[in-house]
């Protein structure tokens, strides 16, 4: 497992908005957990504001939002103009949930690194953090 300056790689999940489903995210956290991350779940019903307070707060080197509930396009838009505006903008996000093919590329145009729909395996995610965390890209460039 790749660790960032000799420490597990810090990653906050959280499911934005309305919805109210986390069976999912909690798959999810486990998993990573189980590869030897660090998670921060923040839980349901958050707003942009609250999951980019906790991604500065404790300076995690991912960010995870799971939304189910057709909204993903206005959240994620908030949430990408406030990682740019509290200066964090080199700690990815990536989006899960029920995501329509035709909104990935505009959601990868505000600032989504990446999106994991139903039926991405759990390897394939983990390995994408790994080798995407914020200061792993740091330290490559």
């Known amino acids: 497992m790749i660790t960032v ?25 486990r998993a990573l957990r189980d590869a030897g991350m ?10 942009p504001e609250q999951i980019i307070a906790a991604a500065v707060q404790e300076d995690v ?18 949430v990408c103009e406030l990682r740019a505006k509290h200066l964090i903008d080199d700690v990815p996000i990536v989006l899960g ?23 991405t395996s759990l390897e394939d995610i983990i390995c994408w953090i790994e080798e995407n965390a914020r200061r792993n890209v740091r330290r490559e460039t």
Do not use: C, W
């Open 38 to 47: 660090e998670v921060i779940y923040l839980g349901l019903f958050q707003t």
């Open 61 to 78: 080197d991912v960010i995870g939002v799971s939304v189910l509930s057709g909204a993903h396009l206005p959240i994620m838009r908030r």
């Open 97 to 119: 949930g029920i995501i329509p093919d035709d909104d990935i590329p505009e959601l990868k145009a505000l600032g989504v690194a990446e999106v994991f729909t139903p039926g």
């Open 5 to 29: 300056e000799n420490r597990p790689i810090r990653v906050l999940l959280a499911k934005a908005g309305l919805d109210g489903h986390d069976r999912g995210i909690k798959v999810i956290a």
